[in-house]
Every structure is written in structure tokens, then in C-alpha cells.
């Protein structure tokens, strides 16, 4: 009997620490989904390494695309494809350490995203100077940095002078992304894609002042010419 009693009490603690570790990780924030990119807020606890997924949906799945971060907001564009069915899975390394134990995950369907959109592709030039079509496509994120305001978004293009390599990425970036929004081809996504994790990686929080390599340098250039040729298409016929 007595053994029966000490048995059901290391059941009753165990319990009781599975049923703490799930409170902890109680999803509140989730996934969002749209035609262009897919974003997660990163909440203040639990810290750690946060890891955010996006596949095709229904299975089997299709790894599309993948990012971690500790803090600010995990991107991932969301490129074309035949049914523009997602979805959008979010886990956590706690403290950094251990496995990564599932947070939330979000599913969508979105129009468009699988079409080669016609509509026609501005410069950064325009977005920069007609406030009301660039406010009705915001916000925009670049790497883990919202553009939330047309004023925001003016700085952004105002530093994307080409000496700093990855301002002069960020304006280009914010431009295609706007470009996406308004109805032009999703051929591009590919790029934005790469340009917002390296966005990510190097820290950008907006126009400042950024050094980095030689290497990352020229990678941003390059990712700057792409999405520069992408914009000035204003025959839409390629990327």
C-alpha cells in the first residue's frame, strides 16, 4: 500500500512538471499569412531561439522556406506556387537549449500568390512620393524592422544610397515588396526572400549606419540589383 502511495505521488509531480512546462508555453501569439510573406512576433518569454517554418499544405509537405531568431519578428516570403495553400509552424528552444518544442502554427489559403500578377511595377522613386498608394500597402517588414508610416517608409528610401550597401538593399527591398502588394508577379519572392534574412542576420532596425563585410557587401549589392531590375520592369514581362 505504501508503495502504491509513492507511486501515485511521483505520478502527481510529474504531472504536476509536464503541466508547468505547458503553461509556459501557452501559444497566444500566432503565424500571419498573407499573398506576399508570412510573419511571428516574437513574445518576451519564453527567451530562447525561436524557430518558424513555412511548407505547403495539405502533407505531404514542402519545405518552402525557414528562419530562427531570438527576438523581434521571424519573415519568410511566401513564394508562388499551384494551390497557395501554407502552412506556418513556430517552435522554441528554451534558454537555447535542448530541443525545439512546438509553439503554434497558423494554415492559409491566398489568392494570388500562385499567379503571375500583371499589375505594373514602380521604383522606389514612386512609392517614396505618392503617400497614399504606399500607406495602403503598409505595414511592410524588412528583415525583423516594420515600416508601419509612409514617414518610415520615406527614411528608408531617403538612405538607400548605394555606399551603404545594406540601406541601399532595404530601399530596394521595400520597393519590390510594395510592387508584390500592389499586384505584380510573384516571380520575385525568391529574392525578397533572401534579402529579408539577410536583413535579419546583419540586424537591420531601420536607416543607420551598418558595417559589415566585404563578402556581405557584395551580396547585398548584388540582391540590391535584382530586385532593382525587378522594379524597373514596367513592362512586367520578367523578373
Known amino acids: 500500500m505504501r508503495r502504491l502511495?509513492?507511486?501515485l505521488a511521483a505520478v502527481l509531480v510529474a504531472g504536476s512538471v509536464l503541466g508547468s512546462a505547458t503553461v509556459a508555453?501557452?501559444?497566444?501569439e500566432q503565424p500571419v499569412i498573407t499573398a506576399t510573406q508570412v510573419t511571428f512576433a516574437i513574445p518576451s518569454s519564453?527567451?530562447?531561439v525561436w524557430r518558424m517554418t513555412?511548407?505547403?499544405y495539405p502533407p505531404p509537405p514542402q519545405v518552402l522556406g525557414r528562419t530562427t531568431g531570438t527576438s523581434g519578428t521571424l519573415t519568410?516570403?511566401?513564394p508562388q506556387t499551384a494551390t497557395c495553400s501554407f502552412q506556418a509552424d513556430v517552435s522554441v528552444q528554451v534558454n537555447g537549449t535542448g530541443p525545439f518544442v512546438r509553439y503554434n502554427s497558423a494554415k492559409a489559403v491566398v489568392p494570388g500568390c500562385g499567379q503571375s500578377g500583371n499589375g505594373q511595377r514602380f521604383t522606389p522613386g514612386y512609392w517614396k512620393n505618392h503617400?497614399?498608394?504606399?500607406?495602403?500597402l503598409l505595414p511592410q517588414m524588412l528583415g525583423g524592422y516594420t515600416v508601419s508610416t509612409f514617414t518610415q517608409a520615406q527614411a528608408v528610401f531617403n538612405a538607400m544610397k548605394c555606399s551603404d550597401a545594406v540601406n541601399c538593399l532595404a530601399g530596394?527591398?521595400?520597393a519590390a515588396q510594395l510592387d508584390v502588394a500592389n499586384g505584380s508577379s510573384t516571380c520575385i519572392s525568391g529574392v525578397i526572400f533572401q534579402a529579408n534574412q539577410f536583413l535579419t542576420k546583419v540586424g537591420y532596425a531601420g536607416p543607420g549606419s551598418y558595417t559589415v563585410s566585404a563578402k556581405r557587401r557584395a551580396q547585398a549589392l548584388n540582391l540590391a540589383?535584382?530586385?532593382d531590375n525587378y522594379t524597373n520592369d514596367s513592362t512586367s514581362t520578367s523578373c
Open 172 to 174: 530596394h527591398l521595400l
Open 25 to 28: 508555453l501557452a501559444a497566444k
Open 5 to 7: 502511495a509513492l507511486s
Open 46 to 48: 519564453p527567451t530562447g
Open 131 to 136: 503617400e497614399t498608394a504606399t500607406t495602403a
Open 225 to 227: 540589383q535584382e530586385l
Open 76 to 78: 519568410i516570403a511566401v
Open 54 to 56: 513555412l511548407t505547403t
